[in-house]
């Protein structure tokens, strides 16, 4: 066995084993400094680094300022729009320090009145920002906007919508306020974004008064009592999200009269260089997305594109404006793949198509990077509303994810001004990486050489690239390169704790072999021990299983355990991208629909068969585990497919559609149209359980209920069936998120697998 220091003590402790990844990446205004929050100790406390883009050291703001780690770290930072100080948020509160350098200085005190007379604690504001102007700063508080004078004077609340919670107990995914100015349940795009002229902002709102509510027992309290939050089901009525228009003079709030706003969600909004908003809407089914356009003048909107498939699932789409302010880079799947579109709302498609804006039918299947032409009645149902002509920018072999980054055009005689950067899975479906194209797609550059996944931040001026790049032994790191042609990129950070550079980090290898029933090909991830010994035979484990897995990165929950179980244990560990994952092309993709422990187990049974084809694998010994999603693939394989695992351990699992979440309609649809769906519970199938099952599960998760795991229990108990459970008494969802109980229940998860799959 390799020597190696790996325990499951320093898995989930501090400093971690990747150490603590660089965020909130900020390039200054004039492009000349990166402002960044990192913890080069690895301990979990960020502070605010500097770096200049021509250098690779990077200079600490705060580390001689002790209120920073007293106050757990910064959690939020803006430049001024003189590039010459970064605003920041620590301990609830709003400080300046100078850049490159100075003494931090508060601007807000712990308590203060505001303009109505409450009081503000600093608790909860979040999401800075900075006016054009540079002479307010805003942020969020207690569900509403706030205002605070950079020059000098109190912070001023100037909305009045934020409503509280209905619960008492500030645990799970789904506490949350009852109204606010703030992101979706599920996360979403920044809360708000100020016009650039500064006389209006635009503001996400989410009213979920209506959405029904749940219960779980807390026990950790003096007395037992009732977590309230407010959670639906699929076919229940979801959160309101809708865009509020500020206006900074008229000191007012005008909400936009969005269609379906309770089944809508936002997937963005931008404003254009003359104030006009962008706004990206898809439906939670995800069969519809609409692009509209708004006017903080008027407060009227107009569709631009609609696009409808009845078969799609969870979306990987994206829009921004192109840096001309009159086009709109549009990421989207009317294709085959995920692909850039250039969309020109104000020109409208040639052949024959009727002008002045008016409604157009487009057909998706134009790939030759013309604009896409209508077909009269022939068109394609996917886009079924176009106003204006779109021009496809990349291939239709790969995958784009996120949107098209513009490159700013100092003047027409700047080599590559109007280029877009983008993000694609070209060449490798294990890979993302970074590539430049004109804006006719016919030049394309790839400016990422590493292996691995990264992540572009665009310096202004568009002549530097900052990177979050990682692969599967290292954590996010940040990298500056040129952002025009490839080169060597220049690493900023080293994250790594010292006291983990004798770990023997196996690098995984990636595979794929035919489908054991169906035409795909099954893509997977295999991490073997360090001097593996081919003349013996190894158990293997499969797992974190989910979609979209077998991707050369770290993953920041279980890439360390999953290291320490071959490095530490010997256990060859393999990750399987069942259909569902991004990266293979639209039909594997949405084959998941409604299919879950379905066509999903066979893709992992064709993995099983592959990797008992290798002649120093145990295939008596395979075990399988996952949480969430993997948890529902542990549960619906051993019930449905026994024997193909000798054990299996189950984390969070979704086994009754009926608990799933109201957003969970982009996989299961609705009981009222799709009733079938939701008899595909596990319940029915726990007759068939043989094998040694360990269920895991915090008694707080309101994602997927603890309740549900309980049903189950209470099933195989009925049955007379041998299985064991590990529960966390405060744990919510992320049942791995606090040390002690990742600890003890990563313990529970290693010793199970010991106990069944070695001699």
């Known amino acids: 066995m390799a020597e190696s220091p790996l325990t499951l003590e320093l898995i989930t402790g501090r400093p971690a084993p990747a150490g603590t990844a660089p965020a909130e990446l900020r390039w200054s205004p004039d492009g000349r400094h990166l402002a960044f929050l990192w913890d080069d100790t690895g301990m979990g406390v960020r502070e605010i680094w500097l770096v200049e883009r021509e250098e690779i050291t990077p200079v600490c703001l705060t580390r001689a300022w002790e209120e920073v780690r007293e106050a757990g770290g910064v959690s939020d930072l803006v430049w001024s729009p003189w590039s010459d100080a970064v605003v920041f948020l620590c301990g609830g509160e709003v400080w300046e320090v100078g850049a490159p350098g100075g003494t931090p200085r508060r601007l807000t005190s712990p308590v203060a009145a505001s303009s109505v007379g409450e009081e503000a604690s600093g608790s909860e504001r979040t999401e800075l920002g900075i006016s054009p102007d540079g002479r307010l700063i805003s942020f969020l508080e207690d569900g ?33 306020r009852d109204v606010e100015i703030g992101p979706a349940t599920w996360g979403g795009p920044p809360s ?77 909004f931008a404003w254009s260089p003359s104030g006009i908003l962008l706004i990206d809407r898809e439906t939670d089914d995800a069969v519809d997305r609409h692009l ?4 903080p003048r008027t407060g009227h909107f107009t569709e631009i594109w609609h696009d409808h498939r009845e078969s799609r699932i969870y979306n990987d789409i994206a829009s921004a404006w192109h840096d001309d302010g009159r086009r709109i880079l549009v ?28 409604r157009s039918d487009v057909h998706r299947d134009a790939r030759d990077g013309a604009h896409l032409a209508v077909l009269g009645e022939s068109f394609s149902p996917d886009l079924v509303f176009c106003a204006g002509s779109v021009r496809v920018l990349t291939p239709d072999s790969f995958d784009v994810t996120g949107p098209g980054i513009p490159v700013e055009r100092p003047g027409p005689a ?55 790049s990682t692969d599967d032994v290292t954590a996010p790191e940040l990298y500056l390169t040129d952002a025009a042609v490839p080169a060597d990129p220049r690493r900023i950070t080293h994250s790594r704790p010292s006291q983990f550079d004798t770990v023997t980090w196996q690098a995984a290898r990636y595979v794929s072999f035919p489908h054991r029933s169906d035409r795909f090909a099954v893509h997977a991830r295999i991490i073997d021990p360090p001097y593996l010994n081919r003349s013996r035979k190894h158990p293997v484990i499969f ?132 009733p079938e769906t939701f008899a595909r519970g596990a319940l029915q199938y726990a007759v068939n359980l043989r094998d040694h099952l360990l269920i895991i599960h915090g008694m707080q998760d309101d994602v997927v209920p603890f309740q549900t795991s309980m049903v189950l229990a209470e099933e195989l108990m009925r049955l007379g069936k041998d299985f064991e459970v590990a529960l966390a008494p405060a744990a919510t969802h992320a049942w791995s998120q606090r040390s002690d109980y990742a600890l003890y229940l990563m313990r529970r998860l290693v010793g199970h697998f010991e106990r069944y799959l070695k001699d």
């Open 144 to 176: 509403d906007l706030w205002f605070l004078p950079w020059a000098g004077g109190l912070p001023e609340r100037v909305t009045a919508i934020g409503r509280p919670a209905v619960g008492d107990v500030p645990l799970g995914t789904y506490y949350r």
């Open 192 to 268: 708000y974004a100020w016009s650039p002229d500064g006389r209006h902002l635009a503001v996400h709102v989410v009213d979920r008064r209506q959405v029904p509510t749940m219960s779980l027992p807390y026990y950790l309290s003096e007395a037992p009592v009732m977590n309230v939050l407010r959670r639906g089901r699929p076919g229940d009525v979801n959160e309101s999200r809708t865009i509020g228009l500020y206006d900074v003079e008229e000191d007012s709030l005008c909400l936009l009269d969005l269609p379906a706003a309770t089944a809508t969600r936002i997937v963005s």
């Open 292 to 295: 509209l356009l708004a006017d």
């Open 331 to 358: 990421s989207g799947d009317l294709d085959d793949r995920y692909r850039l579109y250039l969309f020109d709302p104000s020109v409208a498609p040639r052949d024959g198509d009727t002008h002045g804006g008016a």
């Open 414 to 468: 700047v080599p590559g001004a109007g280029d877009i950067l983008y993000v694609s899975s070209e060449p490798s479906p294990y890979e993302r990486h970074v590539w430049r194209t004109d804006e006719l797609g016919t030049t394309r550059v790839r400016l990422t050489t590493r292996p691995g996944v990264h992540t572009p931040f665009l310096s202004p001026d568009g002549h530097t690239l900052a990177l979050l």
């Open 543 to 674: 797992g974190n299983m989910y979609s979209n897995t077998v991707r050369n990165r770290w993953e920041p929950r279980f890439a360390a355990l999953q290291q320490y179980l071959a490095a530490e244990l010997g256990y060859i560990v393999v990750q399987v991208d069942v259909r569902g994952s991004t990266g293979y092309g639209r039909d594997f993709r949405e084959a998941f629909l409604m299919d879950w422990g379905g066509g999903d187990l066979e893709d992992i049974h064709s993995a099983v068969d592959y990797v008992k084809t290798l002649p120093y694998v145990d295939g008596d010994r395979l075990g399988v585990w996952g949480t969430s999603y993997g948890g529902t693939l542990t549960i619906y394989s051993l019930l449905r497919k026994p024997a193909l695992f000798r054990a299996g351990v189950a984390a969070a699992p979704a086994v009754d559609p009926h608990f799933f979440g109201s957003d969970d309609v982009a996989i299961c649809r609705r009981p009222q149209t799709h």
